[in-house]
């Protein structure tokens, strides 16, 4: 069993900078691809970014892509997000999320979640 605990969010001003962590009580270095989702009222999750288990290979969403870098310390059993030159549109529950085999988009495809932490950009 796969237990997340997000961490990080707070309210930050527009080109401010976060780091989120995510905290991870069970295996998820062998196998396991983390992911970071976002979500605003209203909305399904979004991909953010994702960071696969074998070799750390990492996909970015077309609307952080050289803003956030996703990065993981599997020795810790942690994943990060820094977000960079953050914009009031990035303001959202960032979840983290992990699944058995390679990345994907869609939330549908992830097993384990954490509860979230919340990302506020003020203009």
């Known amino acids: 069993q796969v237990f997340l605990a997000e961490s990080g969010g707070r309210s930050v001003q527009a080109g401010g900078s976060l780091r989120l962590s995510c905290a991870s009580s069970g295996r998820t270095s062998g196998g396991y691809t983390m992911a970071w989702f976002q979500q605003t009222p209203g909305k399904e999750r979004e991909f953010v970014a994702a960071?696969?288990?074998?070799?750390?290979?990492?996909y970015y969403a077309d609307s952080v892509e050289g803003r956030f870098t996703i990065s993981r310390d599997d020795a810790k059993n942690r994943m990060y997000l820094q977000m960079n030159s953050l914009k009031p549109e990035d303001t959202a529950v960032y979840y983290c999320a992990a699944r058995r085999g390679g990345s994907n988009r869609s939330p549908y495809e992830y097993d384990h979640w954490g509860r979230g932490t919340h990302v506020i950009v003020a203009s």
């Open positions: 960071v696969h288990w074998n070799g750390g290979k990492t």
